[in-house]
């Protein structure tokens, strides 16, 4: 299985919900990313987890929440977001840290909708 | 900020030509990779180049690295209309890097007309 899974592929929502996203990998992979990309813009890194540990927040404003429940999951809870958090999401995973370095292995992305 | 910036931003050839893409970048780098992306869709590994190697092959890719002038370059021979898509080349920063940190570059969007 070299699959990474994300749900839900569209998610359209208001300033005031609360939602979301999911990412699944049983690949055996021990490092997790969140990834924004907007139109035509390339994927600009959000979060990393290693081991279940958040390692990397990119000064991620705090309506976006991550959550790394096991090695195989990772979600990223949102909150009062606003419409320029539209966007492509996409989650990644990666082998654990080895020398010459790692691959990422991407979903097929949630696109968000903030109305 | 931008690691990496392609050269061209949008390439545009005929079916069976050559597709040549370039990235640059700024920093000292323990590998530089590239990716595709379908319209709308997730990235897919391409292929990886270490700091140490000039040259990589995989198929009808072909991919070199320069570190002297800080750039590679993406060769996709005998285009087929399948290869339209938008590529960016990623670095994996050097030893004062946070090591998970893979940073895209601008991307080329490439167009093959059959």
């Known amino acids: 299985d070299t699959e990474v899974t994300q749900t839900p592929k569209h998610l359209v929502m208001g300033m005031t919900n609360k939602k979301s996203l999911k990412c699944e990998q049983h690949m055996g992979h021990r490092a997790m990313y969140w990834y924004k990309q907007k139109a035509k813009k390339p994927p600009e890194l959000m979060f990393v987890?290693?081991?279940?540990?958040?390692?990397i927040n990119e000064s991620v404003p705090s309506r976006f929440s991550p959550e790394c429940p096991n090695s195989s999951l990772l979600n990223l809870h949102l909150h009062a977001l606003q419409p320029e958090d539209s966007a492509l999401y996409l989650c990644a995973s990666s082998p654990s840290r080895r020398t010459g370095g790692r691959e990422l292995f991407f979903g097929e992305g949630s696109r968000l909708t903030v109305l | 900020s931008q690691q990496g910036e392609e050269d061209p931003q949008a390439l545009s050839i005929q079916e069976g030509e050559n597709a040549t893409m370039n990235c640059s970048y700024k920093t000292s780098i323990n590998n530089l990779q590239w990716y595709r992306q379908n319209s709308g869709r997730g990235l897919v590994h391409l292929i990886l180049?270490?700091?140490?190697?000039r040259e990589k092959h995989s198929g009808r890719l072909r991919v070199t690295l320069d570190t002297s002038k800080k750039s590679s370059s993406l060769l996709i021979t005998a285009s087929r209309a399948a290869d339209t898509a938008s590529y960016f080349c990623a670095t994996e920063g050097g030893s004062n890097f946070g090591n998970e940190k893979l940073t895209f570059g601008t991307g080329t969007r490439l167009t093959i007309i059959p």
């Open positions: 180049i270490r700091s140490n190697e």
């Open positions: 987890y290693s081991y279940e540990k958040l390692s």
